[in-house]
């Protein structure tokens, strides 16, 4: 089992949708848990960050942690067509060892 | 934005040729990363480095070496390219998770 899994995709939701990405993983050592969004020919760019369970919130954007059953989500309300891109969940253990990333989701908002 | 420029941007060579990839940060950051992101596998680490001369392995590392002689500088090198090296390969700078990419640097292996 791979440490980290996310559906790649493609999702694509009519302008105005909420959006659902996610990612599981498998080491319950894990404690800091991010997304970032790639839009095409792009670099990544850190979007949320979180540690440890519960929920962050940025604007439209929430970020949700279930340790419990090692599930990570990304909530996109009122999705826009400029929120479209390639999303990417990463995982980082902590003190030592470097971030793992899931393949990516590519999200497409229809206006 | 974070200060990383990649160079070059877009480079096409040939089965066993010698090819160096550079990035250059303006940002003092001490660590900096290589990945390379392909289609199916996501983004990979292949180097990175804590330090001026401090380097270690990543999760693909065969095929590639590393030097970082100034704080600002961390180049890739392909000894001996190959087609399965063709990739867009990200430098990035940070830790703990909070990376911030360059642009990217398109490398197409013939």
């Known amino acids: 089992q791979k440490e980290v899994e996310q559906d790649p995709g493609p999702l694509s939701v009519p302008e105005g949708a909420i959006v659902s990405l996610n990612c599981t993983y498998s080491n319950s050592a894990f404690q800091y848990f991010m997304w970032y969004r790639q839009y095409s020919r792009k670099g990544p760019e850190l979007l949320m960050y979180?540690?440890?369970?519960g929920n962050k919130e940025d604007g439209r954007f929430t970020a949700q942690v279930d340790k419990s059953s090692k599930y990570i989500s990304l909530f996109i309300r009122d999705s826009q067509p400029s929120d479209s891109a390639t999303y990417l969940c990463?995982?980082?253990?902590?003190?030592?060892?470097?971030?793992?990333f899931g393949k990516g989701t590519k999200l497409s908002v229809k206006p | 934005d974070a200060g990383i420029t990649q160079s070059p941007r877009h480079k096409v060579t040939e089965t066993g040729t010698p090819v160096t990839l550079r990035c250059h940060q303006t940002e003092n950051h001490r660590y900096m990363y290589w990945y390379r992101q392909d289609p199916g596998h996501g983004l990979r680490l292949i180097h990175y480095?804590?330090?001026?001369?401090?380097?270690d392995k990543g999760e693909v590392s065969d095929g590639y070496s590393v030097s970082r002689s100034k704080t600002e500088d961390f180049l890739l090198t392909l000894e001996s390219a190959t087609s399965s090296q063709t990739s867009v390969y990200f430098c990035?700078?940070?830790?703990?998770?909070?990376?911030?990419f360059g642009e990217g640097s398109r490398l197409t292996v013939l």
């Open positions: 990035a700078i940070g830790n703990t998770g909070e990376l911030f």
């Open positions: 480095s804590y330090g001026v001369k401090d380097t």
């Open positions: 979180t540690y440890s369970s």
């Open positions: 990463a995982i980082h253990q902590g003190s030592q060892g470097n971030l793992i």
